[in-house]
C-alpha cells in the first residue's frame, strides 16, 4: 500500500527535483512561428497547435480542423511521414468526438500502412489509441492488447510519455475488472515515470488518472482515499500552472468525491465549486457530471431544494446533447431528494420516468 509521507516526498521531488524543466507551449505563439517555417515545419507546428487546443480547451473540432490543413499540405508534399502524423492526430479527434468507427478505420488502415516503418513512437501511438478505442468499446481485453503492444514499440524509442500513459490505461482496465492488486501495479508504474516524462500535459494525467485508481480502490481500502487526494492535488496544481484546464477540473471532481467518501461534505462541496471555474472548456457530459456532484453534496448537507436545482440545471445541459445514462441517473436524484423532502409526487414522476430509461437501456443493451 502507498504511504502518505512518501508520496508527499516523491512528489516534492518529482517537482521541483526533476531534471526536466517543463516549458509551457502558447497558441498564439506557434501560429506566429508558422510565417517564417518551411513547408514540413509548418505541419509539425499546424499538429502541435491541434494537440493544444484539445488537451487545454478540450476542442476536438480545433484538433480536427488543424490535422486537416496539416494533411492537405502533406499530402500536396507527397510528404509520408507528415501524412501519416496528421491522419493519427484525425483519428485522435474523431475518437474524442466519439465517432469510433471513424477513429479506428483510419488507425487500422495506418497500422498496415507503417507495418516496415521505423517510426516506432508513432507505430505505438497507433496501437496506443487503437487500445482507447477498444476500451470506449467495453472490449477489455482487445484494449489491453493494443496498450500492451504499444508499451513494445515506446520501450525500444524510449518514449517514456507513451509508456506512463500506457501503464495508466493498463490499470484503469484492471479496476474496471476489479483486479485492484493490478491496477496499482501498473499505477505504480506509471507514477514511477513521472521524472523521465517530458510533456505537462503526460504529468498531469498521470497524476490526475492515478488519483481515480486510488478512490476505486478505496472501495476496498478507505486508506487510499487520503493517496488519492494527494495525486489529484497535484495534478490540479500542475493543470492550472499550464493551462490544461480539463484536467483541472477532472482532478477537481476527484478531490472532491475523494473527500465525500470521507465524509467532508463542505471541503467536497468546496472542489464542486472549484470545478466549476472550468466550465467553458467542458463538453456538455462534464458539465453534467459537475451539476450531479453539486446536487449529491448538497444532498449530503441535507440541503434538497439547491440539489434539486441543480438536476434541473443539468437537464437543460442535456438539451443540447441528450445521453439516456446521465438521465437516468437525474432521475434517480429526483426520485431520491423529493422523497426527503416530502414531495412524493415529484419523487413518483422521477421513478417512473427511472424506470422507463432503465428498461429502455437495458432492452438496448440485451439487444446488443
Known sequence: MFKIKYHIYFLFFFLFGSRF???????????????????????????????LFSDKYGRPDSLLYYSEIALKKASELNYTEGQQNALLNIAIAYLKKNNLDSSMAILNKLLIAT????????????????GFNYRIKNDAKSAAEYYFASVTDYEKSKYYDGIGLAYLRLGGIFVFEKQFDQALLYGRKAIALLPKTVEPFTKVTILSGMSGICIQVATKDINFIDTSIVFAKTALVLADQFGYYTKGNQS??????????????????VYCKQAMNYRKYLFP????I????????????????????????????????????????????????????????????????????KDSLFTIEKNE
Not at 21 to 45: F, R, V
Not at 252 to 269: M, R, T
Not at 323 to 350: C, H, S, W
Request: proline share 1%; glycine share 4%.
Open 21 to 51: 524543466i517543463l516549458q509551457a507551449q502558447d497558441i498564439t505563439t506557434l501560429k506566429s512561428e508558422t510565417s517564417g517555417q518551411n513547408d514540413t515545419n509548418k505541419i509539425a507546428t499546424w499538429l502541435k497547435i491541434a494537440n
Open 290 to 357: 459537475s451539476y450531479l456532484n453539486f446536487s449529491d453534496c448538497y444532498a449530503r448537507l441535507k440541503q434538497y431544494k439547491i440539489a434539486l436545482a441543480y438536476l434541473d440545471s443539468s437537464k437543460i445541459v442535456l438539451r443540447s446533447s441528450p445521453d439516456p445514462y446521465y438521465e437516468m441517473l437525474i432521475e434517480e436524484r429526483v426520485y431520491n431528494y423529493n422523497k426527503e423532502t416530502g414531495n412524493f409526487a415529484a419523487a413518483l414522476d422521477g421513478k417512473e420516468r427511472y424506470d422507463l430509461i
Open 252 to 269: 477537481c471532481v476527484s478531490i472532491s468525491n475523494a473527500y465525500s467518501i470521507k465524509g467532508d461534505n463542505e471541503l467536497a462541496l
Open 115 to 130: 507495418k516496415k516503418s521505423k517510426d516506432l513512437t508513432l507505430k505505438g501511438n497507433i496501437k496506443y489509441y487503437l
Open 285 to 288: 457530459s462534464e458539465i453534467v
